[in-house]
T-cell receptor, first 111, second 110 residues
Framework: NAGVTQTPKFRVLKTGQSMTLLCAQD?????MYWYRQDPGMGLRLIHY???????AKGEVPDGYNVSRLKKQNFLLGLESAAPSQTSVYFC??????????FGPGTRLTVL | QKEVEQDPGPLSVPEGAIVSLNCTYS??????FMWYRQYSRKGPELLMY??SSGNKEDGRFTAQVDKSSKYISLFIRDSQPSDSATYLC??????????WGAGTKLIIKP
């Protein structure tokens, strides 16, 4: 039981490049979330999904897209990376309720 | 003004001390109140959650909620170096989304 895994762990992009972050969970959770964490800002919700095939915008969705084609996977895409998207990205999942289970994070730097 | 305010610290205390971590909030509709612990370069993990005003105890940890003052606290007794981490408070809004504090970095000195 791996819990929530994130790929890759680190990435450096140049401005304008694109990339996809992969989140996978093996707990059969319905709800999945993408957050970004910046110093002094706490966790901010980018997008979330309440089940396979569904997605919804969170607090800071601009510049990001997501897909949930399979229940266990939640993908976060950056179409044209900007330096303002330099951050640590966390994926989380939950069956419902208050406890969210987090992945180890992806550290992204955009030059 | 942020909906949830939390002093970022760092808060440095000697081993064995009682630690008090706090958050204030502005939205009286918040329903559940949680404390997550985040070790360096790791994802957050749930430590405790409470629903109503009052205290909830779990081992060395006590969570306290005062809805009338819109104030929550986490107390750590007999603090250990292994408690050194960032502690984030979080609250659920009417849509059951989590609203997060910025986190307080805690350092326990041996």
């Amino acid at each position: 039981n791996a819990g929530v895994t994130q790929t890759p762990k680190f990435r450096v992009l140049k401005t304008g490049q694109s990339m996809t972050l992969l989140c996978a969970q093996d707990m059969n959770h319905e709800y999945m979330y993408w957050y970004r964490q910046d110093p002094g800002m706490g966790l901010r919700l980018i997008h979330y999904s309440v089940g396979e095939g569904t997605t919804a915008k969170g607090e800071v969705p601009d510049g990001y897209n997501v897909s949930r084609l399979k229940k266990q996977n939640f993908l976060l895409g950056l179409e044209s990376a900007a330096p303002s998207q330099t951050s640590v990205y966390f994926c989380a999942s939950t069956p419902g309720g208050n406890e969210q289970f987090f992945g180890p994070g992806t550290r992204l730097t955009v030059l | 003004q942020k909906e949830v305010e939390q002093d970022p610290g760092p808060l440095s205390v000697p081993e064995g001390a009682i630690v008090s971590l706090n958050c204030t909030y502005s939205n009286s509709a918040f329903q559940y109140f949680m404390w997550y612990r985040q070790y360096s370069r790791k994802g957050p993990e749930l430590l405790m959650y409470t629903y109503s005003s009052g205290n909830k105890e779990d081992g060395r940890f006590t969570a306290q909620v005062d809805k009338s003052s819109k104030y929550i606290s986490l107390f750590i007794r007999d603090s250990q170096p292994s408690d050194s981490a960032t502690y984030l408070c979080a609250m659920t809004d009417s849509n059951y989304q989590l609203i997060w504090g910025a986190g307080t970095k805690l350092i326990i000195k041996p």
